[in-house]
């Protein structure tokens, strides 16, 4: 998808911290942390959001859900995370292809 950030990141158009990437998604660190770990997983497929996905991206966030579960000593998460999707406007979504915030390294405040 033209002139979407996080598929340049993909095509290594642009830069990133790549912390993990398998045939269905990436993880990277965000360029502008809100804790002391945020990364982004972000499926190799563009959906611009979650009204927009297909049962295969769903497929594929189920894997990513599983996935962080798996990683998230290695990840440095053991004490725990917060997963965020930002769906459009009102959550302030500012890229347009969906991604996972992983949020943790440090006691958040609670929701
Ligand atoms: P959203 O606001 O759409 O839920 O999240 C987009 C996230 O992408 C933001 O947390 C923002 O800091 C991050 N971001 C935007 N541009 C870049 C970039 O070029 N590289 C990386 N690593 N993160 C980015
Ligand atoms: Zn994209």
Known sequence: MEDCIFCKIKLGEL?????????????????????????????????????????EGAIVLGKILHKIGTLSDELGLSNGYRLVINQGKDAGQTVQHLHIHIIGGEQLHNL
């Not at 990437?21 to 982004?40: Q, S």
């Open 15 to 55: 830069s990133s911290t790549k912390l993990y990437e398998d045939g269905d998604f990436m993880i990277i660190k965000d360029i502008n942390p809100v804790a002391k770990i945020h990364l982004i997983a972000i499926p190799n497929e563009h959906y611009s959001g979650l009204d927009m996905q297909t049962e």
